[in-house]
Protein backbone atom coordinates (compact mmCIF):
# COMPACT_ATOMS: atom_id res chain seq x y z
CA UNK A 1 0.00 0.00 0.00
CA UNK A 2 2.98 2.11 0.81
CA UNK A 3 4.80 1.44 -1.97
CA UNK A 4 1.91 1.97 -4.24
CA UNK A 5 1.58 5.61 -2.95
CA UNK A 6 4.72 6.37 -3.41
CA UNK A 7 4.64 5.65 -6.86
CA UNK A 8 1.56 7.27 -7.46
CA UNK A 9 3.32 10.53 -6.38
CA UNK A 10 6.62 9.80 -8.24
CA UNK A 11 4.44 9.68 -11.43
CA UNK A 12 2.20 12.67 -10.66
CA UNK A 13 5.30 14.88 -9.88
CA UNK A 14 7.36 13.22 -13.05
CA UNK A 15 4.93 14.35 -14.92
CA UNK A 16 4.58 18.32 -13.41
CA UNK A 17 4.74 20.95 -16.44
CA UNK A 18 6.20 24.30 -15.89
CA UNK A 19 5.43 26.19 -19.18
CA UNK A 20 7.12 29.24 -17.96
CA UNK A 21 10.62 26.97 -17.98
CA UNK A 22 10.98 27.06 -21.61
CA UNK A 23 10.98 30.74 -21.32
CA UNK A 24 12.89 31.27 -18.26
CA UNK A 25 15.51 28.63 -18.58
CA UNK A 26 18.17 27.64 -20.31
CA UNK A 27 19.00 24.05 -20.75
CA UNK A 28 22.27 24.63 -18.07
CA UNK A 29 19.79 26.00 -15.71
CA UNK A 30 17.41 22.91 -16.27
CA UNK A 31 19.90 20.50 -16.19
CA UNK A 32 21.40 21.73 -13.13
CA UNK A 33 17.98 22.44 -11.45
CA UNK A 34 17.15 18.80 -11.92
CA UNK A 35 20.58 17.43 -10.11
CA UNK A 36 19.85 19.96 -7.57
CA UNK A 37 16.31 18.09 -7.02
CA UNK A 38 17.75 14.97 -6.85
CA UNK A 39 19.88 15.81 -4.17
CA UNK A 40 17.24 17.08 -2.25
CA UNK A 41 15.64 13.81 -2.76
CA UNK A 42 18.25 11.97 -1.31
CA UNK A 43 19.06 14.24 1.88
CA UNK A 44 18.01 11.86 5.10
CA UNK A 45 15.55 14.71 6.18
CA UNK A 46 12.89 13.80 3.36
CA UNK A 47 10.00 12.61 4.01
CA UNK A 48 9.30 9.25 1.33
CA UNK A 49 6.86 11.31 -0.32
CA UNK A 50 9.33 14.58 -0.71
CA UNK A 51 11.75 11.71 -1.92
CA UNK A 52 9.28 10.37 -4.34
CA UNK A 53 8.21 14.03 -5.63
CA UNK A 54 11.76 15.24 -5.56
CA UNK A 55 12.56 12.96 -7.51
CA UNK A 56 10.13 12.53 -10.20
CA UNK A 57 10.76 16.82 -10.28
CA UNK A 58 14.38 15.95 -11.38
CA UNK A 59 12.83 13.11 -14.01
CA UNK A 60 11.01 15.74 -15.05
CA UNK A 61 13.07 18.88 -15.72
CA UNK A 62 15.23 16.57 -17.40
CA UNK A 63 12.48 15.66 -19.87
CA UNK A 64 12.42 19.74 -20.23
CA UNK A 65 16.41 20.29 -21.08
CA UNK A 66 16.10 17.13 -23.44
CA UNK A 67 13.34 18.42 -25.38
CA UNK A 68 15.06 21.72 -25.73
CA UNK A 69 18.45 20.83 -26.53
CA UNK A 70 22.22 21.62 -25.33
CA UNK A 71 21.64 24.76 -27.57
CA UNK A 72 18.48 26.09 -25.87
CA UNK A 73 19.49 29.52 -24.05
CA UNK A 74 17.00 31.97 -23.89
CA UNK A 75 17.18 35.51 -22.51
CA UNK A 76 16.05 36.30 -18.89
CA UNK A 77 12.83 37.08 -18.66
CA UNK A 78 12.27 40.82 -18.23
CA UNK A 79 8.95 40.10 -16.21
CA UNK A 80 9.10 38.58 -12.86
CA UNK A 81 10.39 34.73 -13.21
CA UNK A 82 8.11 32.07 -11.54
CA UNK A 83 9.41 30.24 -8.79
CA UNK A 84 10.97 27.63 -10.27
CA UNK A 85 12.43 29.81 -12.76
CA UNK A 86 13.88 32.21 -9.80
CA UNK A 87 15.20 28.85 -8.50
CA UNK A 88 16.91 27.62 -11.28
CA UNK A 89 18.83 31.25 -12.14
CA UNK A 90 19.63 32.25 -9.02
CA UNK A 91 21.21 28.48 -8.31
CA UNK A 92 23.70 29.50 -11.09
CA UNK A 93 24.06 33.03 -9.82
CA UNK A 94 22.04 34.74 -12.56
Known amino acids: MEEAK???IFEDASEA?????????GYR??????DVFEGWAIDN??????TAKL????????TLAE???PDW???KPE???SPIGFIGRNLMDE
Open 45 to 50: RMTAEW
Open 29 to 34: HMVHLA
Open 73 to 75: DPP
Open 6 to 8: HRR
Open 17 to 25: CWPEVRSEL
Open 67 to 69: EVG
Open 55 to 62: AGWAGSMR
Open 79 to 81: RRL
